[in-house]
T-cell receptor, first 115, second 114 residues
Framework: KAGVTQTPRYLIKTRGQQVTLSCSPI?????VSWYQQTPGQGLQFLFE???????NKGNFPGRFSGRQFSNSRSEMNVSTLELGDSALYLC??????????????FGEGSRLTVL | GQQVMQIPQYQHVQEGEDFTTYCNSS?????IQWYKQRPGGHPVFLIQ?????EVKKQKRLTFQFGEAKKNSSLHITATQTTDVGTYFC??????????????FGQGTILTVHP
């Protein structure tokens, strides 16, 4: 069974640009969450989608957005990139249909460098 | 917002020594999960604890959830070089809906010297 797939794995952008990251969850998983991982702030929750609806959102500025498609694949977008957006962006999927978060299956991440 | 404090930040041990990492929250938790991230890798789920005072074991790993559901620990007996990595606790608050949101501790980076 294939795991969570994230593309691209690595990318370099310059300040002011925008970026779109893609995530394909494990087959059958309908919940997709996104996390940002940096050495300074650790793992921080961005947002979660279930059945194309955003159910939860972390404390990130509006430059960070996401969406989910009918096949559960998800994308996140960061506009007007800043140097501080350099991070590993992790997507996680789960069977989650209930309110409380269970086991998350993480992808290998997309490492974004902003110059 | 919710914070989960994890200590120590770093731990260096000789192979065969034991290792423990601790997580503490000022608020009551609904559940706590533990993840391991190998260098250059992604977090991998280890276990979830839900009940007050719960203790679970996986081979050399022992996980505990405090009676008040505000703290947790992970203990590794007789570490091996394959245990190298960062261990994270991750929690959800009691009484609310989390929908994919886990609050992660800062992680403990474990180095094992052969």
């Amino acid at each position: 069974k294939a795991g969570v797939t994230q593309t691209p794995r690595y990318l370099i952008k310059t300040r002011g640009q925008q970026v779109t990251l893609s995530c394909s969850p494990i087959s059958g998983h309908r919940s997709v969450s996104w996390y940002q991982q940096t050495p300074g702030q650790g793992l921080q929750f961005l947002f979660e989608y279930f059945s194309e609806t955003q159910r939860n959102k972390g404390n990130f500025p509006g430059r960070f957005s996401g969406r989910q498609f009918s096949n559960s694949r998800s994308e996140m977008n960061v506009s007007t990139l800043e140097l501080g957006d350099s991070a590993l962006y992790l997507c996680a999927s789960s069977w989650e249909t209930q309110a409380n978060t269970g086991e998350l299956f993480f992808g290998e991440g997309s490492r974004l460098t902003v110059l | 917002g919710q914070q989960v404090m994890q200590i120590p930040q770093y731990q260096h041990v000789q192979e065969g020594e034991d290792f423990t990492t601790y997580c503490n929250s000022s608020t009551t938790l609904s559940n706590i999960q533990w993840y391991k991230q190998r260098p250059g890798g992604h977090p991998v789920f280890l276990i979830q604890l839900v009940k007050s005072g719960e203790v679970k074991k996986q081979k050399r790993l022992t996980f505990q959830f405090g009676e008040a559901k505000k703290n947790s620990s992970l203990h590794i007996t007789a570490t091996q070089t394959t245990d190298v990595g960062t261990y994270f606790c991750a929690a959800t608050n009691a009484g609310g809906t989390s929908y994919g949101k886990l609050t992660f501790g800062q992680g403990t980076i474990l180095t094992v010297h052969p």
